[in-house]
């Protein structure tokens, strides 16, 4: 179970007694946490845990009825927007439909925060615009409309204008739902390659468990277990928080942990083993 | 685990920039030819008309020592149709940018001011001033019809800003609502005003460029330009708007007060041209749209192409509202609702059509 986590100094981002409401719904329940530098955090949880909520709080879209978010200890609201969007990016799901804007418009969009009023691109900003679009592979497509272009390759878009933004922190709500495997797998080593810290939340636990250093879950608004993979992912806590059976074991490339679910189960439990995949 | 799809090259990267400056070459070209098209539509706009005038007495009116015959040409030219092209311009460009405004803030690709309410809010305040006054049109239009459409834009944000996340939808259909509120109060108090007077505000609920004079025009042409710098200011920030409010936020943006403040621009705007020229809809719908086709909007080039497309479209609507019948002008809002109102259905089939 989670331990009210320390704001130590070589935390980047730690959230304290982190409480917010809506209606009269608790959405966070009294969240500790913090993020070190250079590392992976992923953020598990079914359905309406919060999860986006969590992520919310920490980008700056809501300001949490209780507790305090710290960015290099320093409270996130104290600082002025744009500041904080100068070390912060985040990769959101939404997407503009019906605009025609190319992928070079929506790259160079990152530079908004280091960016005056009447200030035009300059030699550097078009080389890291360029070199973030060549990062993330979609130098054929620089011109071509972003509403056109495939799931994968706007979410791929959408991390080139993060990486323009160049933060040392990247938030991203679900980066990798309603992709191919294929891509799945080539977003997050994209995003591992970037060497900054990153917090995702995840549908995938097998995928989150491959690519995190450290896990989150949370469930009805509660932060329940934090900790390594290895820590986190196991049978009882997918029992406990996601309702389901499931085998864990250890991955044959990484070791870390794998999981194989149970189907066709039902309430009575015997040692349910009928697999159908 | 080996990814060979995401390999960076700098080879790849001089390949890219080379593209982009190509871009920019070909928007540039675009820009260049769309300003010669306006001039030369300003001169069919000065030849056109009730008084046939050739294209060499437009040409030869520009530079006065030269001209031997009658001053009567030059003060048709002068007086007459250059005020009126220039209104018409203006409209035209201000109605343009106006719509790309509402558009992006709300990225709503049907928004259109006489759609959001905002025209008929104006249209309301110079009506109200001119029953409760009982005069004719005097200086405090513009002020009364920006007093009108702010009341639409507080309305609207009263409704439609509630809850933050269901702005976009709730705002469309909430001005869709006051604008046909504000047409019937309108029409109520047009019930009871004096039938000579019904006739002048009826003619100028549907558009006309007849009013136009030197001395109206600096007003406008004020709103209008400081407008557009303040767009091409502010550029980035709208197309982050595109991108929706949380990534908008997540840039550094202050949406809220960023889209209150397009959306006061937005109304100015459209307050300053209706009080002069009336409500005159579609523009701002259709002209975003036909550039969009053509070049990204995300450029500086997109504002100051859909500006000036704008103005395009608009004088050459004028030279047919004044040529189409004879001895008679035709309102200019019939023209653009006729055309707006196809391309607007064009629009949707179109779009309901397309695959994926």
Not at chain 1, 240 to 263: L, M, R, T
Not at chain 2, 56 to 79: A, H, L, M
Not at chain 2, 181 to 198: E, K, M, R
Not at chain 2, 327 to 349: H, M, R, W
Request: aromatic residues 8%; glycine residues 6%.
């Amino acid at each position: 179970m989670s331990k009210a986590s320390h704001t130590t100094s070589k935390s980047l981002l730690t959230a304290e007694h982190l409480t917010w409401c809506t209606d009269g719904n608790v959405i966070l329940d009294d969240i500790n946490l913090a993020v070190n530098h250079q590392s992976f955090t992923g953020i598990l949880g079914p359905n309406g845990a919060g999860k986006s909520s969590l992520l919310r709080c920490l980008y700056r879209f809501v300001k949490p009825e209780q507790g305090v978010v710290r960015f290099d200890n320093q409270d996130i609201w104290q600082l002025h927007a744009n500041d904080y969007a100068k070390h912060v990016a985040v990769v959101l799901q939404e997407a503009p439909s019906h605009f025609n804007l190319t992928v070079y418009d929506v790259v160079a969009l990152g530079l908004i925060p280091h960016k005056g009023l009447f200030s035009t691109a300059n030699k550097s900003d078009e080389e890291k615009i360029a070199q973030a679009i060549t990062q993330v592979g979609l130098t054929h497509k620089v011109q071509q409309s972003f509403e056109h272009l495939s799931g994968g390759e706007k979410q791929r878009a959408l991390i080139a204008r993060a990486i323009v933004q160049s933060p040392k922190l990247l938030l991203m709500d679900e980066p990798t739902s309603h992709l191919d495997v294929r891509y799945q797998i080539q977003i997050m080593e994209l995003v591992k390659s970037l060497g900054i810290t990153v917090i995702a939340s995840f549908h995938d636990l097998n995928l989150a468990s491959a690519m995190c250093d450290n896990l989150m879950v949370l469930n009805q608004g509660k932060l329940v277990v934090q900790g390594t993979p290895q820590e986190v992912i196991t049978a009882k806590m997918l029992s406990d928080v996601f309702g389901v059976c499931a085998h864990v074991e250890q991955h044959p490339q990484h070791n870390v942990p794998h999981i194989s679910y149970y189907y066709g189960y039902k309430q009575d439990d015997t040692h349910s083993g009928d697999e159908h995949a | 685990m080996p990814n060979h799809a995401i390999t960076p090259h700098s080879r790849i990267t001089a390949a890219q920039s080379e593209k982009v400056a190509k871009t920019q070459l070909n928007y540039l070209s675009i820009t260049l030819v769309t300003t010669f098209i306006c001039l030369l539509s300003f001169f069919c706009a000065l030849s056109y008309g009730a008084a046939d005038i050739s294209f060499s007495d437009v040409w030869q009116s520009f530079f006065p020592e030269q001209t031997k015959e009658t001053g009567f040409i030059d003060r048709i030219i002068w007086e007459l149709r250059m005020p009126r092209a220039i209104l018409a311009f203006l409209a035209g460009c201000g109605l343009a940018i106006s719509g790309l405004i509402l558009q992006t803030v709300t990225r709503n690709p049907l928004a259109d001011p006489y759609l959001f309410g905002i025209s008929s809010g104006a249209s309301l305040g110079v009506v109200m001033l001119i029953t409760f006054t009982g005069g004719m049109f005097t200086g405090l239009a513009p002020i009364a019809a920006f007093i009108g459409s702010l009341l639409a834009m507080v309305m609207l944000m009263l409704i439609a800003g509630r809850r933050q996340s269901q702005q976009v939808e709730s705002m469309l259909l909430a001005g869709v609502a006051l604008s046909f509120l504000f047409s019937s109060i309108t029409n109520l108090l047009l019930y009871h005003t004096d039938p000579q007077a019904v006739t002048a505000v009826l003619f100028w609920t549907l558009g006309s460029f007849s009013r136009a004079q030197w001395e109206n025009l600096l007003f406008p042409t004020i709103v209008i330009s400081v407008c557009i710098t303040i767009m091409l200011a502010y550029r980035r920030q709208l197309n982050a708007m595109l991108l929706g409010d949380e990534s908008a936020t997540t840039l550094g943006i202050n949406v809220n007060r960023f889209r209150l403040i397009m959306l006061l621009l937005s109304s100015l705007i459209t307050a300053t041209l209706v009080s002069m020229c009336g409500g005159i809809g579609f523009v701002g719908l259709m002209i975003p749209h036909i550039v969009r086709f053509f070049i990204s909007q995300g450029s500086m080039y997109g504002i100051l192409l859909t500006a000036l497309v704008g103005g395009i479209f608009m004088l050459w609507v004028d030279i047919l509202s004044r040529t189409v019948l004879e001895n008679q002008e035709l309102p200019v809002g019939v023209i653009t609702a006729a055309t707006g109102s196809l391309f607007f259905l064009t629009l949707l089939y179109f779009r309901k059509n397309r695959p994926n």
